[in-house]
């Protein structure tokens, strides 16, 4: 098989890229405000720092600048920005700089192109995603210490973003290009990558590329500080009668080796909550490769991944604010070769017994034939 | 359909029954007596009171009698006995009779079946289980203050039992008449039960009756403290790459509120881990009845059972060691009836749209229909 | 010395106890409404079953009667009931015979003495204290399933209350005689008791006694499922800047093995919230005796005993409204026998060494000196 | 009152600083090494990565470097280095650069001072402290996954150090020139700097600034990824008997908002174990800075600092090996200003009423006065 990301490799710009600090916010479409808020403010907690009739701008508990997360209202569910924080004001130009030189559209806007956030710059990246930075931002109460505000399930942080492309390896070059570290990936024995974990911040990720058409938003994750927070959600969700939005989890990852729960908001935007992975701030971090027919990697106790999981994903807006165009991902697809008719995962690699008496599961979890 | 509970009742007898306190422990058979150590004392971390080459017993750390579980070699894995302990020495006299006038196979023994136990009684009791009475036992320390003893994922207390037989309504009576409290029960709206937990202790079972071919054990359970020390469970198997023994969860059960873990011991003995149920000691506590299309009934996240979940089962002896034959189900099953073709269950009662746009899921969780 | 409880034992009626299921509700006389309110229901969670003017019930998340505690307004802070539910009608008869032919004053009322409860029998017991003994009862919602209603901190059973009273010996017959287990207690080398636990519930208690001046309440606990949730407690009243309400840890209990906090309402009756002890509901169970000169007993990691929770304590009332005259204690003192002047206390039993170099410590916590 | 740290500031270096990773470290000298080992491995459970009959180099079970912590046999406790790790070789230059230009004694060794760590160079620093910067080591397995490894409080990541030093300010001016961020800061109304925090990795710190007479050593701090593992730390050394090696806490920080416990070694050092405190990363990431009359500020529960918390500390050694020289505190104690006899400190500012009936606590915590 001829590896896809020798054909059109993002070429490394001559200019400095911007020093990144972390994934910031996301803006995204939401079709029904009042239905969105109730999902992410009285399910959820988020805190509202400023809202009106077209959007709700909502922080976590230990955030100080003006937010996370920014709910649009329109017409069609989507994503309109990922975006990051920089380092320094000068930062912002040199992210201008740097994708002009890559030749991608970009606009900058000197009054932020969304509430609170300052002079900002917005691209359509490389690989297809409306990536914004900035630096100027408006700083608000950070509520850690406002207990009485806590719900049982209390996000604290958002923690990363995780984007669908088709060519990982071709994203991969591209991230490291803007400084990002690898921290950990998932490949087969061809040379396949299926997904790509990548942070600017010491967490496992700031963002992930997960193999598929693209560009397409899989999840945004927010972090909580225990693992009983995320039961709760789950808890909360059941007795709402809204756990047919629990799409996967909660459980523990293989990779990241974080605790996490896969939720869907009313739009089926997805949303991670996450907790307890590793630091990652030097240099030589090592890199993770997990095989893709480990089980464990995608879920530690070896619970099935769901197929919707794996097909389905947030639409992203170009710069006009129009639905971008989908390019099929070429590779073979990590679902497909799992939990397909040709799919052999394991659990014990090389194993080729059931772990006890009368079973023939070569070392499968029950119930993944499903 | 003729409701078969009509067809062949338990009489309840004129001597008054015994008066049990709890389950107490249950006598498996193994086939591997060190695989079984392996998996009951390093993977779970239960207490070993007593070994010798042909038995292991095993008591949690809050345990102040002998033992709850007895691990005994044999050539079939299969339960020997599940045992109960009652309020005085009267009461295996009171319990001699009262299966007597049952027509039942009764055996005592002065000096106990099994090591630490004293005058015991057994029974083939009409269900066909090998049911054990007794009051005189061996104590030992209560480890509850030694923490140095406590792993991450400590198992501090027996908590119950749970047996698979075919005609749960009858079952049911047997057991109120036994003084047993009936706490929960998934029923149908043709008036099938499917299952039902029945309580000495004030907790929500003492044993649980699950519809299917019987006698068969479903599972015993031990109870954690903490959520978090079910979730270590997982995450060391995961570690020891014997996820594949993780049959179901961890979850949040419907039925009892408390959250579990089912995992298979190296026979397929399935032992669930269990924590935070509520208190059912009042008289008059209400029974609570699941409709068994409410998909939160068995996981209240609404994640779906395994198929293996509701067949798998180990075979029980009789009094002479021989395993005890099936007696099939006449009446729906609940696999059948909730994941099968024909099956219908809901997320929300009464609803007939998806929970979310562009999803025609009628209130069902994703992935129920893999 | 004379051992006090020689001198006046209370006699064992000769008719029959009656049959006491659990402590169920306290009925407490609060001097400002909507302070207890904002205590009780905004700070702590307890859910509002009834409310008026002069009285509000409320109830823990898996109650299923009325209420756990009734807040009544009042000139004067002091506790009107200590009430229990017992198994039957008939045995409020037989609590009223008991109590008759220990020559206590007793009151009947067939519609309650408060909202909710059905005939109840109010006697001022030979300890001094107003206790209540009822079966009839209204039902309500049990709640354990509406987690949308929990909160971090989150209530779930009323534990147990703790009475103040001069002869722990003399009061320990008398439970005994009413049918209770004594799980564990704290004496000297001189046979004196400092205090007794109680219990009819298979917990380590529905009631203890703590010597001292008396009759007097020394607290009501209620349980959580976690330790979380009261390390949440601690950090939502520092929130809203109340610490100085937290009288005593979070910690862990020697006695009872249980995880603790003591807080104190605005009109300083004390709350315990309390989790995880152990099954108590063998006859047979030990009796676990704690030496009053062992650090450990009252806070196993050694934390001391803040002088207020040896000498303050609410008052009672009598059948008429009045409050109940103090009988001074004539034993010694557990905080003047331990963080006195003449107090010796001991972490390691016969350690006459610090535990480390340079430390002439005995074996004594840093800070117990303070 | 004249503030000291214009007396004597250090000045700022023309040549840049090195780019300082994070604390990686400290060598800390034992007199007893089989004692010591009893209390970090099997007590904490830290990792032993290679061990002789002179030093046991540990880890934390996230680590990928060689070790967080090196005990060496010598006759007298102290600390050998405060270790941090640098992002590249040359900034290993840099630091020696920076401190010659300092005025400061420096020590260069290509192959390393202690076993695992490659170049490295150790100076004297302007405050008196051993320290060392180093960028090779080499590389180990990171254990995250290892959960077989993991006991019930499990140490994940070395947090930070704490040092004690006569002028904060003077400390804190040397720290921002070397390029950390002041997090938070403890003060009063006249200026005075009781302790500083500050860091280089996104978390409230990697080192900590404590007023007293320095240098010494005030804390090395442990992780753990949740309370419970704190509070079970805390259940094993009472089961242990060296509950009087619990010094402080289990409690939550007003500073830094984490969850901590304070123990003592063998030797007497003190180690913190430490969860959940905030993400820094941010350039203008607010500084907090608490009233030293707050007493919540070092325990948001308000529960007293005990005395030896404040006047405790471990010398620490030159380059040679002698015990540096102290030099004494001229501001004024953070515990005379606030525990005694002149001490002020309010739960509630501006409170002057107690916060319940008929106490005239003035917002202060009962039992603080003791």
Tied chains: 1, 2, 3, 4.
Aim: with cysteine; charged share 30%; glycine share 8%.
């Amino acid at each position: 098989m001829t590896n896809p990301q020798t054909v059109n490799p993002i070429p490394k710009p001559s200019v400095p890229a911007p020093d990144i600090l972390r994934c910031a916010y996301m803006e995204i479409v939401v079709t029904d405000l009042a239905k969105s808020r109730e999902f992410y403010v009285d399910v959820l907690g988020l805190v509202v720092t400023y809202e009106d009739e077209n959007a709700i701008y909502l922080r976590t508990l230990e955030e100080f600048i003006h937010h996370n997360l920014v709910l649009r209202k329109g017409p069609e569910a989507a994503v309109a920005a990922f975006s990051y924080r920089v380092r320094s004001p000068e930062d912002v130009d040199r992210a201008e700089a740097y994708y002009k030189e890559l030749g991608c559209r970009t606009e900058r806007n000197k009054d932020g192109f969304v509430r609170g956030i300052g002079d900002s710059l917005r691209v359509e990246d490389p690989l297809g995603f409306p990536y914004e930075f900035f630096y100027e931002v408006e700083h608000v109460d950070r509520l850690a210490w406002n207990y009485e505000l806590y719900g049982a399930g209390a996000l604290v942080r958002l923690d990363h973003f995780n984007q669908v492309t088709p060519d990982v390896p071709r994203g991969r070059k591209y991230f490291e290009d803007l400084g990002f570290r690898v921290t950990e990936d998932i490949k087969d024995s061809d040379d396949v990558t299926y997904a790509a974990w990548v942070a600017r911040k010491p967490t496992v990720h700031d963002t992930a590329l997960t193999g598929g058409d693209g560009p397409r938003m899989h999840h945004i994750a927010f972090a909580t500080h225990e693992k009983h927070n995320i039961l709760y959600i789950c808890d909360k969700m059941g007795a709402l009668r809204i756990s047919d939005r629990i799409e996967r989890g909660p459980g523990r990852h293989g990779v990241s080796n974080a605790f996490y729960l896969y939720i869907l908001d009313p739009d089926g935007h997805r949303i991670e909550i996450y907790t307890q992975d590793y630091y990652t701030g030097d240099p030589d971090n090592p890199t993770v490769t997990w095989d893709v027919h480990d089980n464990q990697r995608r879920d530690w106790w070896g619970n099935p991944v769901v197929p919707s999981w794996y097909t389905n994903a947030s639409r992203v807006l170009d710069l006009d604010g129009n639905v971008k165009e989908l390019v099929k991902r070429e590779d073979k697809s990590e679902m497909d070769v799992t939990i397909g008719a040709d799919g052999f995962s394991y659990t014990r690699e090389g194993d080729d017994e059931g772990s006890y008496k009368g079973e023939a599961s070569k070392g499968f979890k029950l119930g993944n034939s499903l």
